[in-house]
């Protein structure tokens, strides 16, 4: 139906250049515009909801529990290297120390986040971090190797 009106349109528009502006259109140039116009539109405006529907949670920096420290560390692959950050915070969000570094080869994401989960506990005890720790990762494969028998974290989609 949705083309139908769109091929009318373009129709109209043709006869309104003619009559105004003594414009002639071919036919199949109406037709390649309404074909034209109608795919765009619907790439623009699907009809159907996307099948992994987007959830729009704004994610920030949470507090750990009174007298712990936060490890917050992540890694990149790319093509024929792999890239970590670390960054360390107290319960009050102070910057206690941090860092980064690349890799050069071919690696798993799984491989690149340990790399980036022993570099994070060097940091820590480069300086001398003691006490109650909390490790964070965004990779749900590596937590749930490191939560052996507690709550499965594997989503799909986003968060």
């Not at 920030?60 to 917050?72: D, M, V, Y």
């Amino acid at each position: 139906m949705a083309d139908l009106i769109t091929t009318l349109w373009n129709c109209w528009n043709s006869r309104n250049k003619f009559i105004f502006k003594g414009q002639i259109d071919k036919a199949q140039s109406i037709w390649e515009k309404a074909s034209n116009l109608s795919s765009e539109f619907r790439i623009y405006n699907p009809m159907n909801p996307p099948i992994l529907a987007q959830i729009e949670d704004i994610k920030k920096w949470e507090r750990p529990a009174n007298g712990t420290i936060k490890i917050n560390f992540d890694a990149m692959v790319n093509e024929n290297r792999m890239g970590y950050t670390v960054i360390i915070r107290d319960e009050d969000g102070f910057v206690l120390g941090g860092g980064g570094g690349f890799h050069e080869g071919n690696f798993f994401v799984l491989e690149a986040e340990c790399i980036a989960l022993e570099r994070s506990i060097e940091v820590a005890d480069k300086i001398n971090v003691r006490g109650n720790v909390t490790l964070e990762t965004d990779n749900a494969e590596l937590a749930n190797k490191w939560n052996i028998g507690d709550e499965d974290i594997t989503i799909i989609g986003s968060r």
